[in-house]
């Protein structure tokens, strides 16, 4: 289904598109985690109202959920009332320019964990807090 389609789709429509593997994250406010994903990585906002949102970067569709929307599901009891939810996953994309991101997340003032660097493990990355303490690695394969 394309974006547009998706844009207007209904819950169950929307999960019939689901590939294999997506991410959901639980934030306090949709409209920052949007600005976020948009501002820093230039994802793109398919939809974003009612507690959900749905954003894309090339083949990556990400969903966010605001708490209130998740008010039967057992995860928020799991989640700090306050401080970062996401301490022991990181979310890497590996076609993302670190230098950029980093430079577009300073700029926004948000909280980078670890500043550009080329790694031992061949890829040049930085480490990016989100509103809601979710670990954010974008990165580029170095030449060889």
Request: glycine letters at 10%; aromatic letters at 8%.
């Amino acid at each position: 289904m394309d974006d547009h389609k998706l844009a207007r789709a209904s819950g169950p429509e929307i999960g019939r598109t689901l590939t294999p593997f997506g991410i959901n994250l639980l934030v306090r406010d949709g409209k920052r985690t949007a600005a976020f994903l948009t501002e820093v990585f230039g994802f793109t906002q398919i939809r974003l109202g009612d507690g959900y949102g749905l954003f894309r970067l090339g083949s990556i569709l990400i969903q966010i959920h605001e708490d209130a929307v998740y008010a039967e599901h057992p995860l928020p009891s799991l989640l700090p009332e306050a401080g970062a939810r996401g301490a022991g996953i990181e979310l890497r994309l590996f076609e993302s320019d670190p230098d950029n991101a980093e430079a577009r997340a300073r700029a926004r003032g948000d909280m980078i964990l670890r500043e550009t660097l080329d790694r031992p493990h061949g890829l040049r990355e930085c480490f990016i807090l989100d509103p809601d303490g979710y670990c954010w690695v974008p990165s580029k394969r170095l030449p060889e």
